[in-house]
């Protein structure tokens, strides 16, 4: 089965600054997706970005923004210009084509002001 | 509105019963899953079905059974088997782009 690891338990970011999540996965696939998933404290899951595995052009949405390394199995989040809001946990997840998906054990970011 | 929905939100059993938690989706999405969150160690998936009538079991599936006998349902039952229920357990279903979760129920086993 596919794993996601995500070495970072925590992550704090002075506001307005930029803080990067760290996510690497294995697999023997070549053709999956990758997610990052915002967790506020009222546990509803939000999407935050996604990156298909066949596009080598990094996802941006606004703020957010992914270093996608695929031969490296690599998944990182950069956050930019940090808000009060931006402040949860971060989930990194794979699917494959099968919807087999998986998810990382999470990085707390807490957001200073 | 579409969605998934959890039913109930928070739930208490006594040590020994069986509980089913309850998922319904209304987004026409073929795959549907279950995980279970304990403090610190993310989302483990429990189980997960591509289609009606089909499911596969997750890294964690011990003490737990599903069906997927209509697209829209996809209910978890937490057996007596299962040495440690207590947790947050959150339903999504998905489309290849994103998957969609319904706001979870809390089971607590006393």
């Known amino acids: 089965a596919q794993t996601v690891t995500q070495s970072q338990p925590e992550m704090s970011v002075q506001e307005a600054e930029t803080v990067t999540l760290s996510c690497t996965y294995d697999t023997s696939e070549s053709d999956y997706y990758l997610f990052w998933y915002k967790q506020p404290p009222s546990r509803q899951m939000i999407l935050v970005i996604r990156?298909?595995?066949?596009?080598?052009q990094n996802a941006t949405e606004n703020r957010f923004s992914v270093n996608f390394q695929k031969a490296a199995k690599s998944f990182s989040l950069k956050i930019s210009d940090s808000q009060l809001g931006d402040a949860a946990m971060y989930f990194c997840a794979y699917r494959n084509n099968n919807n087999d998906m998986r998810f990382g054990a999470g990085t707390r970011l807490t957001v200073k002001p | 509105d579409g969605g998934i929905t959890q039913s109930p939100k928070y739930l208490f059993r006594k040590e020994g019963q069986n509980v089913t938690l309850s998922c319904e989706q209304n987004l026409n999405h073929d795959a549907m899953y279950w995980y279970r969150q304990d403090p610190g160690q993310g989302l483990r998936l429990i189980y997960y079905s591509q289609i009606v009538n089909d499911f596969q079991k997750g890294d964690i599936a011990e003490g737990y059974s599903v069906s997927r006998e209509k697209k829209e349902s996809f209910p978890l039952t937490v057996t007596s088997a299962q040495k440690n229920p207590t947790a947050f357990y959150l339903c999504?279903?998905?489309?290849?782009?994103?998957?969609?979760f319904g706001q979870g129920t809390r089971l607590t086993v006393v």
């Open positions: 999504a279903s998905s489309i290849r782009r994103e998957a969609f």
């Open positions: 990156q298909e595995a066949y596009k080598q």
